[in-house]
């Protein structure tokens, strides 16, 4: 039978070894099993994307046609030129600009383009020779004989990427190749204004995203009017009917959306996703109840009401719930026999020529009154076909003033081709691409930016492996976009800030990032604590007791040795 001495050393070594498991075994296993899984993130790469610092270069090239250069000047000209320009957004947002000019001879067959009957025609003949890449321009200078263009045109932009412009027979004698260019320098500059990217489209694009000078003001109301960037788009074209006992409405909404809308729309492909539908609403009434004006004998909607008008219509046209893009909506409201004819009013109390508003990044309203109809021998309800024409001309207006596209004012003795059938220039596609890529640019950067923030901030966040590709694939799109801006290569820029904008998204709002966003470290020890605490305090009670009886052991040697 084991001496109590026995029993005593053999339970301290038994509550020693129990002590060591749970010490070397047990806590390392239970804080890996519920450690949260953190995958790897390029922490070092965000911060530097984190930047901004853009460099956008066009290629620019100037083709002289007969007549405009001496033989001594051609051997004479550069072949190439860069211009670089910096501007300041902010404090702390730099944006480069680089202009890549050649300088060449137009060929024979371009020679021939040159030389048809107006400008037009040249435009065309030009395009089909050789089709310029996205973002480039090309300056056509000819002579002063030339009959392309009127007298008191100076520069014609056509409807593609190309530009003429007249030099003086002047400069041919007696000017250097230098002198020349620097007479022709101003306009190109102008020229490039025009159908390039300006500093005031690069600032309303980053607008959401940097602190503008006071001077940026105008920038920030065209940004606010055109709806942010998105992969996809839905525009929804509504007729409103308050009085159907009054009036029976046929529109051909099909075939105006595919003459008028289908162009525009397919050029935009490269940008987003569209998607069209319509419906017809039955007695939606307008929120305001237009005034009587007894001089025009017509009733009126002043500026001030508008805003009034959106929110009782909104309410009948329905959600889009299977989608997470945009809508745009377009209203066709035609009154009803009591309130026409009606018309809307700005703020100088002048009547509006096309009878519709818009509303920044909510869609458009157009008015449609019916002339010589609602008489006293008129049968009701009175059939009435719409002028698609008319309608879609408005809302191709707007359409385009919704999603960005906008032409500035050319300077005087600028002469610009007005769109075809599409209704978007080729220029005008590349200002828009210009401005959107850097827009995707900045939004990546923000999102992907804010969810390392957050994920830094938040450790009991799961990043899991997806979540992790998610981010990686947005900062290697960046950086492609980036080098692409730089490159000039805008098709390709403008892809990869739609894929860096995708991912970005995808990885912000996984729904994995809330499993544990709500379960913080206190709620783990009110859950673990009722589990170990009652086989830790007997554990912890023999080391203290084992404790004590070594430390009373070593006080007796010492009081033996004394």
Known sequence: MATPEVERKRGHLAALSIAAVVIILGIPLWWRTTQTYRAWLPVNQINDLAKLQLQLSVDVEVVFARGTLSPEQQKKVPLTQARHEEHKVDEDTTLRYRYDTKYRTATVMEEDALNKPSAAEADLSLHTLSESPCGSVVVYVIPESSLLLLEDVEVYIGERRTALLRIGTQMRVGKTPQQVLAHLEPRIKQVLQ??????????????????LSPGSKESRADSMRAFKSSPGYEITFSLLNPDPKSHNLDWDIEGAVQQYIQPLLTKLSPLANFSIDSQILYYAMLGVNPRFDSSLSAYTLNADSLAHVINPVEARLGSNAASSNPVLNFLLYVPDAKHAPLFIHDHNKQEVPSNAFHSPRWGGIMVYNVNGLYGPGDVFPVNININMAKVMGVFLAQLRLMLGVQSPAPPPGFRVEPRGSAGLAHWELDRLMWSRTVENVATATTTITSLAQLLDQIGNIVINDNIAQQVSNTVTSLQLAVAE??????????????????????AFFDPSLLHLLYFPDDQKFAIYIPLFLPMCVPILLSLLKIASEVRQRRRDKKAKKD
């Open 194 to 211: 025009v159908m390039s990217f300006s500093h005031a489209d690069v600032t309303a694009a980053l607008s959401d995203r940097v602190r």
């Open 485 to 506: 801006l730089e490159a000039g290569n805008l098709g390709f820029a403008l892809q990869y800030s739609k894929e860096a904008i995708l991912a970005s998204e995808r």
